[in-house]
């Protein structure tokens, strides 16, 4: 099994930065690409970006020039570094890992709250 443990959430005004960090354990070999979502009240959770085993990024259009996906592979860490931040930015931010032979995301963190204020 995998875990992992989102952190870093809180509440910012609009154009200000905030920093995620999701702490990855378990049983990690496997695991090649890591992404963050995220879901804002009453919409869909969406793929905000995501990171491969090498470095690689994808982002979403909506985060491109503003958000930073980084990984720490001897720490067992990825990052989220989210720079003018905007209301529309609210949302509960997941971090996920998949397997290299897996499409679908298989392991969750439990959120951390992304508040921007106006």
């Known amino acids: 099994q995998v875990q992992l443990v989102e952190s870093g959430g809180g509440l910012v005004q609009a154009g200000g930065s905030l920093r995620l960090s999701c702490a990855v354990s378990?049983?990690?070999?496997?695991?090649?690409?890591m992404a963050w979502y995220r879901q804002a009240p009453g919409k869909q959770r969406e793929l905000v970006g995501s990171?491969?085993?090498?470095?690689?990024?994808n982002y979403v259009e909506s985060v491109k020039g503003r958000f930073t996906i980084s990984r720490d592979n001897a720490k067992n860490m990825v990052f989220l570094q989210m720079n003018s931040l905007k209301p529309e930015d609210t949302a509960v931010y997941y971090c996920?890992?998949?397997?290299?032979?897996?499409?679908?995301?298989?392991?969750w963190g439990q959120g951390t709250q992304v508040t921007i204020a106006s």
């Open positions: 996920a890992a998949r397997r290299m032979t897996e499409q679908k995301y298989e392991y």
């Open positions: 378990g049983n990690i070999s496997n695991i090649n690409t």
């Open positions: 990171i491969t085993s090498n470095g690689g990024t």
